[in-house]
């Protein structure tokens, strides 16, 4: 019987249709005219109307109503207005001075509207009345003295040349090797290495048996704990949150005007004039450093300024005196805590003791429940005979020799390739009708094998 045991992938589709059939439903032969078993499973009818339902329960009839009081409470205390008049004088009225107040007078200019067609006259009333005065330029107080190298010696030795001892360098010794002749003979390649290894023979590798594979026994546990546990509720779905959606404006159709457009006017603007900078000349003359403060200034001696300092205080030697006028003329105070506020109870407390009795409890007459119907079939073998488990699939079977499918060698045991399914089975043709009995063909021709 062929197990196909990988998942379908659906790469090759060849447009041929799957065969739902069995082995067992085409081969297994029908014995006279035994029918199969009937199922235990009760079937889903309705159950008989057992009268119409009038509305009314065990409370309904039982229920007695009470007459309700109503809750005792506190009244209120009538109200009496004070005799006499309020004075609703405050000090803002009686010292405040009222003063006229004035419109207030805009901050902002008044708009010039440019409606003359004349020339602007661009010059400003600091280049007409500005008139250039000769001044005289202030002579430089510089002295000028040229460079003269001094002929004698500098005299001044530094600590360096007075420390300094100089010492003779001691060159490092040379890591270099020394020159050698190259022998003239050919270079015969052998080194230490080569010439002073003892060749070792080599342990062989430690290699672990492998174990025999062997399969448990018990059957494999696929259950997991959420397939187990979890019982699918229907419920229901999720209210959406989000607002309706409301169209916002008119659905005139726009104008294409707007108020700004309706009411601008153009006014022509003429484009400003730019003022052509006046090209930089340097003077030529020579530039004059003295100022009245070169000139003018006297210098005097002057005795730098003392510190101000504190007195040094004298130190006393008593002991220190930590008593003030807080200490001595406070006193601490007793403070108690002030009692709670507690308001007075409105309903009194019962006295007696709790019966813990409803109404429910004292009108509620138990009625005694029918029980369901049960679907359990009627025993219809009696115990008292033993059961004969013997069925003719038991005693008629015959077991077969299970052969190895041909699909793992197709070309030793007979076989060539036709096609491939949808789903990735490979399918097998027998070339001689001999191994039609096969237990690996699912069809009569044409043998199925996993890819």
Known sequence: RHRCCHRPTKIYDDGVQPSHKTEYVEQYPGYGNICPRESCKPKPELPEDQGRMDGTTTFKSDYLPYEIVPRPFRPHAEYRPKSGEIDLGTIYQRDYNPHKVGPVTLARPRERKHTSDAKVDTIPTYRDDYRLWEGERAKSCKVEHAYKPPSERFGNPSTFQDDYIPRQPNPPPSFKPCETRLSEGPFDANTIHRTAYVVHDLEPVFVRPREEYKPCDQPFEDLTTHQRDFKGMPGEQAKSCKPEYRKLGSDDPFKGTTEFQDRYQPYLVTAPEFQKPREYVPPTDKMDLKS????????????????????????????????????????????????????????????????????????????????????????????????????????????????????????????????????????????????????????????????
């Open 292 to 451: 009245t403060n070169r000139l003018d200034y006297i210098k005097h001696k002057v005795v730098p300024r003392a510190p101000i300092r504190p007195a040094p205080g004298r130190k006393s030697a008593g002991p220190f005196q930590g008593k003030t006028t807080t200490k001595e003329d406070y006193q601490p105070w007793r403070v108690c805590p002030p009692g709670l506020i507690k308001k007075e109870q409105e309903i009194q407390k019962f006295t007696g003791k709790f019966s813990n009795l409803t109404t429910f409890r004292s009108h509620y007459i138990p009625h005694q429940a029918n029980p369901p119907q049960s679907f359990k079939p009627v025993q219809t073998v009696s115990t008292a005979v033993p059961f004969k488990d013997e069925t003719l699939y038991r005693t008629e079977y015959t077991p077969k020799k299970q052969e190895i499918c041909p699909a793992l060698q197709p070309d030793a045991a007979g076989y060539v390739y036709v096609n491939t399914d949808s789903e990735g089975h490979k399918f097998y043709r027998q070339l001689s009708p001999e191994r039609s009995g096969s237990s690996c063909n699912s069809i009569s021709e044409e043998v199925p094998a996993v890819s």
